[in-house]
Structures are given as C-alpha cells and as structure tokens.
C-alpha cells in the first residue's frame, strides 16, 4: 500500500531530485505511530504496551518500532532515496507481521500463503 500511493502520488516528478519524498517518509512514520496509540484511547496506556510486549507479539513489537525509528532517522539524515524505500517497505512487513498476532491464526495464514507461492515456483 505504501508503495501503491507513493509511486501514483509522486509518479509524475521524473528522479524526484528534490526532497518531497522525505515529507511522505515523514508522515507514513507519523501516521504509523497515530494508528498504534489511537488503541491506546480505548484501552488505556497501560493495557496497550502489555499487549504490544506480550510474549506472543513481542519481537514483532520491537522489529516495528526499530524499523520505525530507523526509517525516520535515516531519512533524514543520509536523505537516501532508495535505502528509504527499502526500510518502508520492511516496514510495511513488519506491521503485517505484528497486526497478524492480533487476528486467531494471522501468521499460520501468512505462513501458509508464502510458503505456497514458494513451492509453487
């Protein structure tokens, strides 16, 4: 989804030599960090991080959150385009990953899914 919007809402800008990319790296990590704390309104703070650190979910948490920092902090500053890119997109993994442990057999599901496109190349 992330690359979806990014390569229609930028595709007219050739090799995108300025920084508006750096905005909409910006905003995805802002805009990321919002979607996990908007549970936190309806559960309450403390119920939030005991869920998101349960040991079910646990690395998932912690993937996504340094993914999160990471994108941001290397965005701004080495402004690499493509090392960006890459980092949103394993970002965008990483949120999969983690909102699957929510869902009853959210990751069996996405194991299964990859593990038959693998065999069936």
């Given amino acids: 989804m992330p690359f979806g919007f990014f390569s229609s809402e930028y595709s007219d800008q050739g090799l995108m030599d300025d920084d508006s990319w750096l905005a909409y790296y910006y905003q995805l ?3 990321n960090v919002i979607s996990i ?3 936190t ?3 309450g703070l403390k119920k939030q991080f005991s869920t998101m650190f349960a ?5 998932a948490t912690v993937v996504y959150l340094s993914l999160l920092v990471l994108t941001l902090v290397l965005s701004i500053t ?3 385009f493509f090392l ?3 980092l949103v997109i394993i970002q965008f993994g990483a949120l999969v990953w983690y909102s699957a442990s929510y869902i009853p057999y959210g990751r069996e599901i996405i194991r299964r899914f990859f593990g038959s496109c693998i065999t069936s190349i």
């Fill in 29 to 31: 990590c802002v805009g």
């Fill in 37 to 39: 704390l908007s549970l």
């Fill in 41 to 43: 309104f309806i559960i």
């Fill in 55 to 59: 040991p079910v979910r646990f690395w």
């Fill in 78 to 80: 080495l402004r690499l």
């Fill in 84 to 86: 960006s890119l890459i």
